[in-house]
């Protein structure tokens, strides 16, 4: 059968507003009938029924708070004050609009659902400005770490090849060689931020979704570590892990990137880092992943904006002689937040730097 994907857009959107429709009515008649089970069981040890319009108008607030729009919290209070009339107040199952303070409580009700009604649609429309404000901040911080790290490693192919091109006749085989390295050393790198790059696009779209399996944390890491020794060779690696197997819920491929990125940053922002440790603990219902080196550590005032993803327009000119490690560590936090975890750097006491993660795991998926 074919997923709601393959709908139409009209047909779809009929049918989310029609799931929407059914969530609201279903959560209307359900505080509604909470409160009517509360004010018969009340009834039992109560003499009067000047509580029962007082469990109802918290019901209409209720109603109004966790529906969208003014119509159920508005329903909702014309409901309870006829249910209120009809069941609850004497002469019992019989309508009786002359009661004395009908109109009040009718009134006060209506208020009540309105008045809650617009302060959550109006918080709800913020959080969604908030939210928009966030993406186009994030769009804006990716654009100016790509202009700045794709212009990088073009310049350097563009300037090798030429150099090859213009000089064939008089250029020694080894300097040829030596540029031909740099120019391919320079095209994985572009390879790196696309896919970078994919992965953002990926989380952050409109649509996105992250699947998630359990996998064994092992060869998740394991698998990292060859990539990442296909273009660090003469680094020195070493790895700590448990001793039982852990099995993590998580997108394999994506916590794959996340560990090459760090190990990566350890390397080109170490600068003198001689040896990286990827130590892997858990906790009940946590798995830790921490990327550690004994270079030269991170500078403070760095800290703090460390994930923010533009390190270039914060640090000017030293960042911008280099690698940026801004877009790297962004596509790193968001792959985790997609995750539901977290991410944090710190310098470690014993010099060098410390870069960790977090992902939630169930408690009994260590083996």
């Known amino acids: 059968m074919a997923g709601n994907d393959t709908l139409p857009t009209g047909k779809r959107e009929n049918m989310k507003k029609g799931q929407e429709l059914r969530k609201n009515i279903l959560i209307t008649a359900g505080i509604l009938g909470i409160a009517a089970l509360i004010a018969f069981f009340l009834q039992q040890f109560v003499s009067t029924d000047t509580h029962v319009p007082l469990l109802f108008v918290l019901a209409v607030l209720f109603v109004s708070r966790y529906t969208e729009g ?10 309870a004050v006829i249910g209120v009339n009809y069941i609850f107040t004497y002469p019992y199952f019989e309508i009786n609009f002359a009661l004395t303070g009908y109109s009040l409580t009718f009134i006060a009700m209506l208020a009540v659902s309105v008045s809650v009604s617009t302060l959550t649609t109006q918080i ?9 404000a966030e993406k186009e901040k994030m769009r804006g911080n990716l654009l100016r770490a790509v202009s700045h ?14 150099g090859i091109l213009d000089n064939e006749n008089v250029l020694a085989r080894e300097r040829m060689l030596e540029l031909i390295k740099d120019i391919k050393d320079e095209a994985q790198w572009l390879v790196r931020i696309v896919e970078n790059l994919l992965s953002v696009t990926r989380i952050n779209g409109e649509n996105a979704h992250i699947n998630t399996d359990d996998e064994i944390v092992e060869e998740i890491v394991g698998s990292a570590v060859v990539k990442f020794r296909k273009r660090f060779p003469e680094t ?6 448990p001793q039982e197997v852990l099995m993590v819920p998580m997108d394999g491929i994506l916590i794959e990137q996340v560990i090459v990125n760090l190990l990566e940053n350890s390397v080109l922002h170490g600068k003198t880092a001689s040896l990286i ?32 993803g533009n390190l270039q327009s914060r640090e000017g000119e030293e960042y911008d002689s280099g690698r940026n490690m801004g877009i790297g560590l962004s596509v790193c936090m968001s792959i985790v937040k997609a995750h539901k975890g977290d991410m944090k750097a710190e310098n470690r006491s014993e010099g060098g730097a410390r870069v960790m993660f977090w992902l939630p795991m169930e408690e009994n998926n260590g083996y």
């Open 70 to 79: 003014y119509v159920y919290g508005i329903a909702a209070s014309v409901m």
């Open 124 to 132: 709800k429309q913020q959080e969604l400005i908030r939210l928009e």
């Open 149 to 162: 790290d794709i212009r990088t490693p073009l310049t350097s192919i563009v300037g090798s090849a030429s």
């Open 236 to 241: 020195e690696i070493k790895t700590v892990m």
């Open 277 to 308: 440790q990827i130590v892997v603990s858990s906790e009940p219902g946590r798995l830790f992943v921490a990327v550690e080196d004994d270079g030269e550590g991170i500078r403070e005032n760095i800290l703090p904006v460390i994930f923010d």
